[in-house]
């Protein structure tokens, strides 16, 4: 169970906010990393809300809200009706994943944690195997930041390989041979403990969901004015 002998980074005392930032990438890419997996099939429309979930918190790291943010001042400067849908329709296309994420999780919050947990566990399968370096990446970030090992307890890790050991991420000490000492392993389950810093956490999520959706809003009014008046320029000159 050590796919990297170097092993994941040595815990560090990040300021709050960085601190915070390290844990929503983690948590988006844990989850997100069960959207590869064969065995998390959607359950009824509700073993995807958390892989939509978590996808959702991955792509709004960096890529997606920096390329969200910087096509409609291209749009507004090259003053093309094209353009300008185009732009139009790349603001609005997040909309509809949002809202079946979100409507997916709330009917079936009921369910969310045994499903959540299930695909988790089909995930613990598939650490450090060939061509999932970004689930083992996941994982080792996950109970490194969090001090915890498996999804209820570190005796996850012995059900999926036979009783072998736990990853090195599981250790108290970075870079220790701990695999048969469980008195050197975190205790703390990975599920309970992302889960409480979900939920002390959700007000910053939703404030900066609010923030996300009003670009976005603001973004396709923008474009969908450009574009009248571009028209409008176009039919007073032909």
Not at 20 to 30: N, P
Not at 33 to 53: H, I, M, Y
Not at 105 to 122: H, I, N, P, V
Not at 203 to 221: D, E, H, P, S, T
């Amino acid at each position: 169970l050590t796919p990297n002998s170097a092993g994941p980074p040595p815990p560090t005392a990040p300021a709050p906010w960085a601190r915070t930032q390290r844990s929503v990438l983690a948590v988006g890419r844990w989850a997100g990393a069960l959207a590869g997996s064969p065995d998390s099939a959607p359950r009824g429309g509700c073993g995807g809300a958390g892989v939509t979930w978590g996808l959702w918190l991955a792509v709004s790291q960096a890529p997606f809200s920096a390329l969200s943010l910087s096509l409609p001042p291209w749009g507004s400067l090259g003053c093309s009706a094209c353009l300008l849908l185009t732009v139009g329709f790349r603001v609005l296309s997040p909309f509809p994943a949002e809202l079946s994420g979100g409507l997916a999780f709330y009917a079936c919050r009921g369910q969310f944690d045994r499903y959540a947990q299930e695909d988790l566990k089909s995930g613990l399968r598939r650490y450090g195997a060939p061509g999932e370096p970004a689930l083992t990446q996941a994982w080792d970030t996950v109970q490194t930041e969090f001090r915890c090992c498996g999804v209820q307890n570190y005796t996850d890790w012995f059900e999926v390989h036979n009783g072998t050991g736990v990853p090195e991420s599981c250790c108290l000490e970075h870079g220790a041979a701990c695999s048969g000492l469980d008195a050197a392993w975190w205790k703390e389950p990975c599920y309970e403990k992302v889960k409480s810093w979900v939920g002390e956490n959700i007000w910053a999520m939703g404030i900066f969901a609010a923030c996300i959706a009003v670009i976005q809003v603001l973004g396709l009014i923008s474009s969908m004015l450009m574009y009248c008046q571009v028209l409008k320029v176009e039919k007073y000159y032909h």
